[in-house]
């Protein structure tokens, strides 16, 4: 049985395979390839809910098959995806560029919003 940590999370085969990996998160156990399993212990990380590593690996089958560019406005800022791949996204922000995950981003862009905000509040 091989294990492995991510993110505080020990990771193990499940049985005699290498390929389905198991992941206990408060009183579950999730299992799948281990990007999913990586996947859902992401999600926790970020959002403090379950979510089954079945989920990400259908959308990852959905999500290769389209591949299609994307591009969406957010506050003002443009947010692209040339490649379809859930984390590819990426934006030009305050002269940097940012990549990731898009949810991830838009809340990188909110935050410093509302930053900027209060700062012109307290002014």
Known sequence: MAAATYRGF??????????IW???????VLSGNMAA??????????????????????LANKKSADGQPAQENFHGYTIKNDSGEANAWYCFFNGRLIKGGK??????IEAYL?????????K
Request: glycine fraction near 2%.
């Open 114 to 122: 509302v930053a900027k905000q209060k700062a012109e509040q307290r």
């Open 103 to 108: 949810l991830a981003i838009q809340k990188h």
């Open 22 to 28: 198991q992941v206990q998160i408060k009183n579950r």
């Open 37 to 58: 399993v990586k996947k859902s212990i992401d999600w926790f990380c970020d959002t403090a809910s379950i979510i089954d590593p079945k989920e990400f690996s259908s």
């Open 10 to 19: 020990v990771l193990k085969t499940a049985g005699n395979s290498t390929e």
